[in-house]
């Protein structure tokens, strides 16, 4: 029996759904970046660490900026929308916040009363 290992990928289909996909592992390249990499190289004078994770999360982060303006354009996205979304993204955490932005707004989560 073959088990699948990546449910979530075949929901890739829409622009908005790779933004969310793209941005999650975005957010968590960031996160590796400041929170393991950068102490490596710093505190154990370890630099490869943050050549490999900062590699990894540009080219995250360069595939974020065009699923961002693919997703600004097909889905007719505010550019108050778009700022939001851009400034989100330097922030750590920011971009599983707009996640949850997202999925509200496409009715994914509903809040608790």
């Known amino acids: 029996m073959a088990y699948n290992f990546a449910p979530n990928f075949s929901g890739m289909k829409t622009p908005l759904s790779r933004l969310r996909v793209i941005g999650n592992l975005e957010g968590i390249s960031y996160l590796l970046l400041l929170g393991i990499a950068m ?14 994770t900062g590699s990894i999360h540009g080219f995250l982060f360069v595939s974020f900026m065009v699923a961002l303006a693919h997703v600004w354009k097909t889905e007719k996205w505010s550019f108050k929308k778009l700022a ?8 750590p955490f920011g971009t599983f916040y707009l996640d949850k932005q997202i999925r509200q707004e496409e009715g994914l989560i509903v809040e608790k009363a």
């Open 39 to 52: 102490p490596l190289k710093y505190l154990a004078g370890m630099p490869m660490a943050v050549k490999v």
């Open 84 to 91: 939001n979304a851009f400034i989100l993204s330097f922030v």
